[in-house]
């Protein structure tokens, strides 16, 4: 789950810089491509590796056919652990998409201010996409997010684990929605299908 955050953050930066960059992507060169790979992976294990060391733990999530971390632990070494991954693991990467995402459509707006007509039309799918994709990020991982936090935070046997399994399953999938997005909303690819 947390890749998958992860890799849409550094995916929505890499989109910004290719499409306000100066100079033409190289087709030929995966630097970019596998540093991006390499630090999603990384980060990911930094904040996944905690509970093998005793900062939170894991276990059975939901009615106990997945394993996540301990959501219904309420000491103050669960709790903080909690709140990083909720901060570091939700919070920014969705900073970092709004971010990457408004400095993107800005700079197509400037564009299509010099390009009136296929400038307006170019912004408005982008916008779409763009919005599509946002919340389609908030639809997935907000639900479990609210989940962890109530269990965590709420009132004791608040979430029930029937009540905690669509929401697990939105998040698991979230990796699967973004390409889908993009291929129909994008012109070249659905051109070429």
Same mark, same amino acid.
């Given at each position: 789950g947390i890749v998958s955050l992860i890799s849409l953050a550094v995916l929505s930066y890499e989109r910004y810089c290719t499409m306000t960059g *100066? +100079?033409?992507?190289? +087709? +030929?060169?995966?630097?970019? /491509?596998? /540093? $991006?790979?390499?630090? &999603?992976? *990384?980060?990911?294990?930094?904040? /996944?590796?905690?509970?093998?060391? $005793?900062? &939170? &733990?894991? $276990?059975?999530?939901?009615? $106990?056919?997945t394993c996540s971390v301990n959501w219904h632990s309420r000491d103050a070494n669960n709790a903080s652990y909690i709140i990083c991954l909720f901060i570091f693991c939700l919070l920014i990467p969705f900073v970092i998409i709004v971010y990457s995402y408004g400095k993107l459509l800005c700079a197509i707006r400037q564009v299509s201010g010099i390009n009136q007509g296929m400038g307006r039309t170019r912004e408005q799918r982008i916008l779409i996409m763009v919005v599509v994709m946002v919340i389609c990020f908030l639809l997935c991982w907000l639900p479990y997010a609210t989940v962890a936090l109530l269990a965590t935070f709420g009132k004791p046997g608040l979430i029930t684990p029937a009540a905690s399994i669509i929401p697990s399953i939105l998040a698991k999938s979230s990796t699967v929605y973004n390409p889908i997005i993009y291929i129909f909303m994008n012109k070249q690819v659905s051109k070429t299908l």
């Open positions: *100066t +100079t033409e992507a190289d +087709t +030929t060169n995966y630097r970019k /491509t596998w /540093t $991006g790979i390499v630090l &999603s992976w *990384t980060y990911s294990l930094v904040w /996944t590796a905690p509970p093998l060391f $005793g900062w &939170s &733990s894991y $276990g059975p999530e939901g009615p $106990g056919t």
